[in-house]
């Protein structure tokens, strides 16, 4: 079975511009979380997603979003990039059964986001 | 909210070297308990978890129990090897609605040296 799948890979914008990631989960899987990993913040939850609704959102201002799609595939939009953007961002899939948190998330490769 | 601290490092070993990082929690109800391997650009590969108190976690000769009492989930290795070198980043995961998320501890960078 596939692994979950990130696209691009490497991104670099200007400060002002906008992102689309994108992230195809694992076959089956029906809940997606996305999450910024920067060397002074660590990792920190952005957003999930279950069923083309957001389930839960992290302390991040509006200008990041998100969405899924009916085949549980997703894509995160950052507008008006920041020098502070600049990160690795993080999808993962999970089942989602039976409420969730005993579910394991399985996490893609990320994209390299750099905002010069 | 939830939080979880684990020592940070850098770790140094020798190659068959006995490995702890030590991981605590705070958490309401009954979180479930994760330790996830990042190795230089790659995402986050789960090594192993525990749903419940007192539960054993292992994989790949790692191991980690759920403790309860004292809040914790250490992760151990008896025998080092050079491809263990990574950042393990402990982690758990509420089990209150809304709080579904992944929380991470900052990450413990390990160096085997042969």
């Known amino acids: 079975k596939a692994g979950v799948t990130q696209t691009p890979r490497y991104l670099i914008k200007t400060r002002g511009q906008q992102v689309t990631l994108s992230c195809s989960p694992i076959s089956g899987h029906r809940s997606v979380s996305w999450y910024q990993q920067t060397p002074g913040q660590g990792l920190q939850f952005l957003f999930e997603y279950f069923s083309e609704t957001q389930r839960n959102k992290g302390n991040f201002p509006g200008r990041f979003s998100g969405r899924q799609f009916s085949n549980s595939r997703s894509e995160m939009n950052v507008s008006t990039l920041e020098l502070g953007d600049s990160a690795l961002y993080l999808c993962?899939?999970?089942?989602?059964?039976?409420?969730?948190?005993?579910?394991?998330?399985?996490f893609g490769p990320g994209t390299r986001l750099t905002v010069l | 909210g939830n939080s979880v601290t684990q020592m940070e490092g850098p770790v140094t070993l020798s190659e068959e070297a006995f490995l702890t990082i030590n991981c605590t929690y705070t958490a309401t109800g009954y979180p479930s308990l994760f330790w996830y391997v990042q190795y230089p650009g790659e995402g986050l590969q789960l090594l192993l978890k525990a749903t419940k108190a007192d539960d054993k976690g292992s994989n790949k000769g790692f191991e980690a129990t759920y403790r309860k009492e004292t809040t914790s989930f250490h992760l151990e290795k008896g025998s080092v090897q050079v491809s263990d070198s990574a950042v393990y980043f402990c982690?758990?995961?509420?089990?209150?609605?809304?709080?579904?998320?992944?929380?991470f501890g900052k990450g413990t960078k390990l160096s085997v040296i042969p």
């Open positions: 993962a899939s999970s089942l989602a059964e039976g409420g969730g948190y005993t579910d394991t998330q399985y």
């Open positions: 982690a758990l995961r509420g089990s209150g609605a809304g709080s579904y998320q992944l929380t």
